[in-house]
């Protein structure tokens, strides 16, 4: 590995966020003295979701190594809609509804990020520069910088046309109008680095393109690789929806996880997740992360709590972590004495039961197929976990101290607890 000066490249690298980067080594030189660097969020829900966490998690870093985190929340280029890595046109949201996602997406910022000190965050929308440009002006100091030919290179352009799929021209603008954003920044706050996830690498090197073409200065740009789940699924996404960050009941079930759900989540991270969410989503230390990467079989469930307890308490504080700590502990071990239906079976007919059996066997459903009907709604969990396919029997990872959870809905729960035959 690459040995860097400044603490902001050094951590980026080492915890595993570096995929592609502009110029490593003008970065570093320039991040010794602390940078400003920013990353943009569309409006498109009201609220993010753990997908977006790791660039979240990375301004957090660029402010705790000196340098000036920028929010840059996408008013104006949400009325587009970013064709990144999209098959198909975004819907186009009333300006009352951008309005409305933009305030419940301001609300995680205040978690991770400090906007007051010496090197506070900036939060700035983009509708400020991007809903005053009129468009004659735009196309003559900004349009004039782009060539049909490179743009049909583009990944999403290009992906696009090969699939014979339709692409507008509003879309066609979007990546002019991210990039005209790191030149305005700069031109506001000397903001020299855009950091995102792959999907952005072409719009982020246009904009470092057109910066030094219209200022004359060098920026950077930066991303992180796609993070995805050791099964291979997109992270922040589960088969009960999105793992949204915001916990404030006042946007609505469909936009919102309470810090227990969203402690449960990193619970049931797969083993061979646990290490490297740790670097990604935490604050730990490398070292500490070290001690719990090489736990095995049931230890590994000690180092999932951890990375629980560290990822919950980041969003919604100590407090909270603990309790949802805590509850999960009651869940599992209280049992009846929680007044949680709990029904008895031995530890060898428990492993190997197939998961419309259990569900039967406690009480959640009346037969196999209202069971199925269960899964296909995406109501059966098991220990806090949707369960996708009907033919899943349950595992010994899935016992946790003799206790297996399945639930169906927010509200009916039920635990099968393994005894001696």
Known sequence: MTQYKSDLMTTLTERGFLYQ??????????????????????????????????????LRILQRAGGTPIVLLGGGTTKIGDPSDKDKSRPILTPERIAENKDGIRRVFAKFLSFEGENAA????????????????????V???????????????????????PMTFLEFNYPLLQSYDFVELYRRYGCRLQL?????????????????RMEGAEVFGFTTPLITTASGGKMGKTADGAVWLNGDSSLGEDF???????????????DADVGRFMRLFTDMPLSEIA??????????????????????????????AKKANQTAQETFAGGAADGLPTTDVTLDVLIGMGILNAAVTAGLAG?????????????LKLNDAAVSSHDYAITADDIDDGIVKLSVGKKRHALLRSVSA
């Not at 919102?256 to 797969?270: H, I, L």
């Not at 736990?295 to 469930?301: F, L, P, Q, R, S």
Request: proline letters at 1%.
């Open 122 to 141: 900036i939060m700035v929308d983009n509708d400020d520069w991007l809903g005053n440009l009129g468009y004659l002006d735009f196309l003559r100091d």
């Open 143 to 165: 349009g004039k910088e782009f060539t049909i030919n490179r743009m049909v290179t583009m990944d999403t352009v290009k992906r696009r046309l090969e699939n014979e799929q």
């Open 367 to 379: 037969s196999n197929g209202e069971a199925r009907r269960h899964i296909k709604a995406g109501a």
């Open 21 to 58: 980067c502009t110029n490593e080594d003008g970065l570093d030189q320039v991040a010794q003295s602390g940078v400003t660097g920013y990353i943009g969020f569309d409006c498109t829900a009201p609220s993010l979701h753990v997908g977006s966490l790791v660039q979240i998690m990375m």
């Open 291 to 320: 001690t719990f990467e090489v736990m095995e079989g049931a230890d590994i469930n000690t180092a999932k709590v951890k990375l629980a307890d560290e990822a919950t308490a980041l969003l919604h504080g100590r407090d909270a």
């Open 196 to 212: 995102g996830g792959s999907d952005q690498w072409g719009n982020i090197t246009t904009g470092v393109d057109l910066t030094r």
């Open 256 to 270: 919102t996880r309470s810090p227990y759900e969203y402690w449960q989540f990193w619970r049931n991270s797969d």
